[in-house]
T-cell receptor
């Protein structure tokens, strides 16, 4: 049972390069989220999706794009990498909406360094 | 907007002793959920315990329990019989709204002394 799988686990980028962080889940959850965690800080929401074809901005969306063509996949794209995007990125899923106590399930994270 | 505040950046506890981690939050919504997540050095986010705002009874999971004070908007985590494996960063999180977005505190680093 894989749960939430993120790839790659670690990546170094040069300033101005682009890349896609992959997130795939096998739990058939409708809700998916991307967070970033800066050193010594909590997680901040970048983008989220409540189902295939629907995405919306979170707290810190600038410099990122997402798409949700299937229930399983929710990739996060950095178009022009900047040093401020050095962070650990977490993908998470949730089964239902606000009226539930079910927690979000997290992937193991992607550590991204931009030099 | 929702906020979660963890004012203690670090705490230390002797093995087998009890420690309490503090968390306060703010939201204008009446229906919400609170969570404590543990993040060990492996970076995984592991759910420790959850609390529904409409429940008066404090949640308990084995050695972990919460003190939920709704009027004070306080949600502290008590770890009893602390073990070396409890050493980690702990995050308090608030979930509101139909989209189930989580708002996290900055976290607290807990060390356990043998």
């Amino acid at each position: 049972n894989a749960g939430v799988t993120q790839t790659p686990k670690f990546r170094i980028l040069k300033i101005g390069q682009s890349m896609t962080l992959q997130c795939t889940q096998d739990m058939n959850h409708n809700y998916m989220y991307w967070y970033r965690q800066d050193p010594g800080m909590g997680l901040k929401l970048i983008y989220y999706s409540v189902g295939a074809g629907i995405t919306d901005k979170g707290e810190v969306p600038n410099g990122y794009n997402v798409s949700r063509s299937t229930t399983e996949d929710f990739p996060l794209r950095l178009e022009l990498a900047a040093p401020s995007q050095t962070s650990v990125y977490f993908c998470a899923t949730g089964a239902t909406g606000g009226g539930s106590n079910q927690p979000q399930h997290f992937g193991d994270g992607t550590r991204l360094s931009i030099l | 907007a929702q906020t979660v505040t963890q004012s203690q950046p670090e705490m230390s506890v002797q093995e087998a002793e009890t420690v309490t981690l503090s968390c306060t939050y703010d939201t204008s919504e009446s229906d919400y959920y609170l969570f404590w997540y543990k993040q060990p050095p492996s970076r995984q986010m592991i759910l420790v315990i959850r609390q529904e705002a409409y429940k008066q009874q404090n949640a308990t999971e084995n050695r972990f329990s919460v003190n939920f004070q709704k009027a004070a908007k306080s949600f502290s985590l008590k770890i009893s019989d602390s073990q070396l494996g409890d050493a980690a960063m702990y995050f308090c999180a608030l979930r509101t709204g139909a989209n189930s977005k989580l708002t996290f505190g900055k976290g607290i680093t807990l060390s356990v002394r043998p």
